[in-house]
């Protein structure tokens, strides 16, 4: 902890501005949940509003320097690319990794290190 007053200041200036920017950059994940959403029924009102939406707010993030000017441009680009792509099919669901046990782990790490 800082002991001059100054920098006790600048401590407290710092971490508003750190929630400041993690707004802005949760927002911006929002706001592209919400574009794909709207992509997916297809209505293309609501795609164009919440895209623009988006834009404003990711054009504000940079002004502000909450985000890099090339990360800016990126999420740009990726909400352009996902309107053009249009809406997404279904995927098959992942499948589950084989869960093994911490004992299980140990005992074959183990078994490798005896056979050298």
């Given at each position: 902890m800082a002991n001059i007053k100054q920098q006790k200041k600048r401590i407290k200036v710092a971490s508003r501005q750190r929630l400041e920017n993690l707004r802005y950059k949760t927002?911006?994940?929002?706001?592209?949940?919400?574009?794909?959403?709207?992509?997916?029924?297809?209505?293309?009102?609501?795609?164009?509003?919440?895209?623009?939406?988006?834009?404003?707010?990711?054009?504000?993030?940079?002004?502000?320097?909450?985000?890099?000017?090339?990360?800016?441009?990126?999420?740009?680009?990726?909400?352009?690319?996902?309107?053009?792509?249009?809406?997404?099919?279904e995927t098959k669901p992942k499948r589950a990794r084989k869960a093994t046990t911490g004992a299980a782990r140990k005992t074959t790490a183990r078994s490798g290190a005896k056979k050298k």
């Open positions: 927002t911006i994940k929002t706001y592209f949940r919400r574009l794909e959403t709207a992509i997916d029924a297809g209505d293309t009102a609501l795609i164009e509003g919440e895209h623009k939406q988006l834009q404003v707010l990711v054009d504000r993030a940079a002004a502000r320097r909450a985000l890099h000017p090339n990360t800016a441009a990126r999420k740009k680009s990726k909400a352009a690319r996902m309107i053009a792509a249009g809406p997404r099919e």
